[in-house]
């Protein structure tokens, strides 16, 4: 199963819809994605969502312009 070991953002159930109104059953998935963060010595490993992503290289970019 899809999940984000940050946010824990995973699979969402819903519906669709067609235009004559029919409605049938389906899955959301998150856009997981299995990464390695590296910031200095450390490293980050794990399954995260694009979105934690995002904000994680942010930061990472953030302490690097401290230093």
Excluded: W, Y
Excluded at 34 to 59: A, D, P, Q, Y
């Amino acid at each position: 199963m899809r999940k984000c070991n940050l946010c824990d953002k995973g699979t969402a159930i819903g519906r669709n819809r067609s235009h004559a109104q029919n409605r049938t059953p389906r899955t959301f998935k998150a856009n997981i994605q299995k990464v390695t963060l590296k910031s200095g010595e450390s490293e980050i490993k794990g399954n995260f969502c694009t979105k934690c992503i995002k904000k994680m290289r942010g930061e990472i970019k953030k302490m690097v312009e401290k230093k």
